[in-house]
């Protein structure tokens, strides 16, 4: 063979060295073997496989950001709320077997007062709100909220705080004759209400604590003394 030139073969006078070059051409010309294909199958599944991951996750991702604004979106119109109602506290007293005694009750994992605002209605008037801490049926903590407007038949009940480890209030009580003051689990004075409250709300290690200050503050000793304003009573 010269060059790419296939050597002169006859047989029968007939010429078919070209026939053989288009012969070794078609040979040369291979398909993929099984080995290929399934490797090429493989990887296209694969590719797919992880271009579903990517979107789920990126779905996830979506889900989760939303319901995380949703949250805090709830948390603080929650905290609005309690902030607003405690803020507009009335020192409302009471009489009982002829004493005088405010309607506060102040414990760890509940709360008793009485005030001008109202979550329902929104309206001004006075209205007796119960906070209490209860347990849901996973054991996380959720606030719970009644209203009885005062000489209203019926009232209503709510959640504010939802799935919290742990929920709690606190109450500074300040000594007359002393210069600081201290926070406590109970509030035991009918004859004063607190300055302010401080609600916790505890998820893991983190302790998000609001301090809540008493718009009206109310002494009943104040009260009975001359030219002090007086504290309203109910009978």
Do not use: C
Request: without cysteine.
């Amino acid at each position: 063979m010269h060059g790419d030139k296939w050597p002169m073969v006859k047989e029968n006078g007939r010429d078919f060295s070209r026939f053989r070059f288009h012969v070794s051409r078609l040979t040369s010309r291979r398909g993929f073997t099984l080995l290929e294909l399934m490797v090429a199958i493989a990887l296209i599944g694969l590719i797919v496989l992880i271009l579903s991951a990517a979107m789920r996750l990126g779905f996830r991702s979506v889900a989760s950001g939303e319901n995380r604004i949703e949250y805090i979106e709830r948390m603080r119109t929650s905290l609005n709320d309690i902030e607003y109602q405690i803020q507009s506290q009335i020192p409302l007293a009471i009489s009982e077997n002829g004493e005088k005694k405010y309607v506060f009750k102040g414990e760890k994992d509940s709360l008793e007062f009485a005030t001008n605002y109202s979550i329902f209605s929104g309206q001004n008037g006075y209205v007796m709100v119960a906070y209490t801490v209860k347990p849901d049926d996973n054991g996380k903590k959720f606030l719970s909220v009644t209203e009885n407007a005062v000489g209203v038949s019926g009232g209503g009940e709510t959640r504010l705080l939802n799935i919290h480890d742990g929920i709690s209030f606190e109450y500074f009580y300040k000594d007359p004759t002393a210069e600081k003051g201290d926070w406590v689990d109970t509030w035991t004075d009918t004859t004063t209400t607190p300055e302010k409250v401080r609600l916790h709300i505890v998820d893991g290690k983190r302790d998000l604590a609001t301090i809540i200050p008493m718009r009206a503050k109310g002494s009943l000793t104040q009260a009975a003394a001359p030219g002090t304003a007086s504290t309203p009573a109910i009978r």
